[in-house]
T-cell receptor, first 109, second 118 residues
Framework: KNEVEQSPQNLTAQEGEFITINCSYS?????LHWLQQHPGGGIVSLFM???GKKKHGRLIATINIQEKHSSLHITASHPRDSAVYICAVPPGGADGLTFGKGTHLIIQP | NAGVMQNPRHLVRRRGQEARLRCSPM?????VYWYRQLPEEGLKFMVYLQKENIIDESGMPKERFSAEFPKEGPSILRIQQVVRGDSAAYFC????????????????FGEGSWLTVV
C-alpha cells in the first residue's frame, strides 16, 4: 500500500508570494497526480507527471522518482489560487488512486 | 460541456432510503472511477469500472454499496438503506485508456455529488 504524506497541511500566504507544497510517497510509482479542489467544488486535475518537471502558467510541478518526492510550486500567487491541493499516486496492487490529505492554501490580498 | 458529468450535484436522503448517483464520463472514455470524500477526510478510492465490467472494487464497502457501468448510459453508484455515515461527497473520474491509475493516464474528475443523509 502506498502511503502519501503532504506538507504543509495548512498554508496562508500573501499575494505575490512563491508557494511550495510537498508530497512524499512510500512505494515506487509510474506517475503522480496533482489535483486542485475549491471549497464546495469539484476537483481539477492540474498535472500528471512521471519524471522531471512540468509547467502550466504559474504552476510548476516537479518529481524525483528516486527520492519518492514531488513538489507543487505556485509563482506570483493570487487569492484565486486559494484551494486545497491534493497529491495522488497509484496505490500499488490496485487501480484507483491513493490521495494525500491535501494542503489547504489561503492567499490573502 | 464535454467534461465528466455527475448528477445530482446535491442529494438529501432519509435514513433507510436508497441513493443513486450517476456519472457520464468524458466523450470517448470507457473507464470510470468512483471516489468518496468523507467530511474532514481525504479522498478514498471505491471502484474502477469499464463498460459492463467491474475491474477493481477493493474500496467498496461490502454491504449496501454497488456500482455498474452499462453498455449504454451513465455509470451508477447505488447506496441502499443509507445511514448518516454515508454522508459525503462522491466523485467520479474517467480516463481514456485502461490500465488503471498505475498506467499514468490523465484522469478527469467530475464536479462531485454531495449526499446528505438526515
Amino acid at each position: 500500500k502506498n502511503e502519501v504524506e503532504q506538507s504543509p497541511q495548512n498554508l496562508t500566504a500573501q499575494e505575490g508570494e512563491f508557494i511550495t507544497i510537498n508530497c512524499s510517497y512510500s512505494v515506487g510509482i509510474s506517475a503522480l497526480h496533482w489535483l486542485q479542489q475549491h471549497p464546495g467544488g469539484g476537483i481539477v486535475s492540474l498535472f500528471m507527471l512521471s519524471s522531471g518537471k512540468k509547467k502550466h502558467g504559474r504552476l510548476i510541478a516537479t518529481i524525483n522518482i528516486q527520492e519518492k518526492h514531488s513538489s507543487l510550486h505556485i509563482t506570483a500567487s493570487h487569492p484565486r489560487d486559494s484551494a486545497v491541493y491534493i497529491c495522488a499516486v497509484p496505490p500499488g496492487g490496485a487501480d484507483g488512486l491513493t490521495f494525500g490529505k491535501g494542503t489547504h492554501l489561503i492567499i490573502q490580498p | 460541456n464535454a467534461g465528466v458529468m455527475q448528477n445530482p450535484r446535491h442529494l438529501v436522503r432519509r435514513r433507510g432510503q436508497e441513493a443513486r448517483l450517476r456519472c457520464s464520463p468524458m466523450k470517448g472514455h470507457s473507464h470510470v472511477y468512483w471516489y468518496r470524500q468523507l467530511p474532514e477526510e481525504g479522498l478514498k478510492f471505491m471502484v474502477y469500472l469499464q463498460k459492463e465490467n467491474i475491474i477493481d472494487e477493493s474500496g467498496m464497502p461490502k454491504e449496501r454499496f454497488s456500482a455498474e457501468f452499462p453498455k449504454e448510459g451513465p455509470s451508477i453508484l447505488r447506496i441502499q438503506q443509507v445511514v448518516r455515515g454515508d454522508s459525503a461527497a462522491y466523485f467520479c473520474a474517467s480516463s481514456p485508456r485502461g490500465g488503471g491509475a498505475s498506467s499514468g493516464n490523465t484522469i478527469y474528475f467530475g464536479e462531485g455529488s454531495w449526499l446528505t443523509v438526515v
